[in-house]
């Protein structure tokens, strides 16, 4: 084989690997397994390519391999004081295989504004079906009473939540507010009025849809990124908040009841969110090193357990991104990946990417803020616990990374 055949063929795999990574983008928030399995067609592609053009063997550094590296390696590490080792190695090579593949493939593919303009419309073309969902959920009714998603005795008359796609309400809402983010970021930075103007309806969709799902945590969440953004940037964007959240809970009384609620009154999910805390801060106090190992808090909670008292509930994780993550792979571990996280988010919203149509300052905008939604949501849930948010997490800080590296 020539070297003009293996270059066209090395050419014809790059374009396989980016319509595999457009696949994994717009299924994140609609079929899991579907992308999953398109992640996994793009790395097969990859390491053809590989073995093909041997050019394509030159790592792209990007600005946080470090930490990158740091969790892995201690994420491994820690299957070595799991109670059930097993379990936590096939948890931790499933999970962190699809984050690191992820941030692989768009790291070292997405080289190009033209390339990042199409995961920005596959991005959007699936939230739009995860909304419309909603909205239909939300008009023909789901009774989730029975699902345990609220107390029933706090909120006797809150009957319906929507989830869409994903697997509750609260989930939902968590990316729901990450895509708020995003849409406003484009919102802001583009330059085209047409466009601008269906951006602010797409913001105004998201927006009823995350108060159908009635989550707290989530709706304080948006309401904080998008109150302290107008406070330091621009008052018109304060009083727009005001004006469009004001609207919303004068139309939806019982929101407003869920809302005021965690001011005023605990409820049951109140309550074991604080028991919880106190639990896991005490796993991480009796192993600050290497944790309890990978995906092990369901096994090693009972022993900790004195809200419960022996239940039959299994308690996944904290409640707490943080708290969970120190828990499992211990304190170094928990502050790599919060390195990790940080750092992109600090480095997008202080990024100087510049293009004619600001399509890339609003993605670096909208990722930046879409992050710290996900930073405050962890306070009350580990958001990051559900495949495809997390999934969708590492897609966006490798998009970052790509976006601020070479574009």
Request: with cysteine; proline share 2%; net charge neutral.
């Amino acid at each position: 084989m020539n070297i003009f055949t293996k270059k066209r063929i090395s050419s014809s795999l790059e374009d396989w690997i980016f319509y595999a990574i457009l696949l994994e983008t717009f299924f994140i928030a609609l079929s899991p397994g579907m992308a999953t399995l398109a992640l996994v067609i793009g790395g097969v592609l990859w390491l053809v390519q590989l073995v093909v053009d041997k050019e394509r063997r030159v790592y792209r550094h990007l600005p946080f391999d470090v930490p990158v590296a740091v969790f892995v390696l201690l994420g491994a590490a820690s299957i070595l004081v799991s109670p059930d080792k097993g379990f936590s190695f096939y948890n931790y090579y499933n999970l962190v295989g699809v984050y690191v593949l992820t941030y692989l493939l768009v790291g070292q593919h997405i080289r190009n504004a033209g390339q990042i303009r199409k995961m920005v419309i596959v991005l959007g073309a699936a939230a739009i079906m995860v909304v419309l969902y909603g909205f239909y959920q939300y008009v023909f009714g789901i009774d989730t009473s029975a699902m345990k998603w609220v107390d029933g005795d706090a909120f006797p008359e809150l009957k319906k939540r929507v989830f869409s796609t994903w697997e509750n309400p609260n989930i939902l809402a968590g990316y729901l507010d990450a895509a708020i983010c995003l849409v406003f970021g484009f919102f802001l930075k583009m330059k085209e009025l047409r466009l601008r103007i269906v951006l602010g309806i797409g913001l105004l969709l998201l927006a009823a849809c995350l108060a159908m799902t009635y989550a707290r945590g989530a709706c304080l969440t948006i309401a904080v990124v998008l109150v302290l953004y107008g406070i330091v940037k621009d008052w018109r964007i304060l009083l727009g908040c005001i004006v469009v959240g004001g609207a919303i809970l004068a139309l939806d009384p019982a929101l407003m009841e869920r809302l005021s609620s965690v001011f005023t009154k605990v409820d049951t999910s109140s309550e074991m969110r604080l028991a919880l805390w106190e639990s896991t801060s005490a796993m991480i106090q009796d192993h600050p090193f290497l944790g309890i190992g990978w995906g092990a808090y369901w096994m090693v909670y009972p022993a900790y357990d004195f809200y419960l008292q022996g239940a039959a509930v299994r308690i996944v994780h904290a409640h707490n991104l943080y708290l969970n993550y120190a828990a499992e792979i211990g304190i170094a571990g928990a502050l790599s990946f919060l390195w990790y996280f940080f750092g992109t988010m600090r480095m997008a919203l202080r990024s100087k990417v510049q293009d004619t149509s600001g399509l890339l300052q609003g993605l670096m905008l909208g990722i930046g803020l879409a992050i710290f939604s996900v930073a405050l949501n962890g306070l009350t849930d580990d958001v990051l616990f559900n495949i495809p948010s997390s999934m969708l997490l590492w897609l966006l800080c490798a998009l970052a990374a790509a976006a601020e590296k070479n574009i």
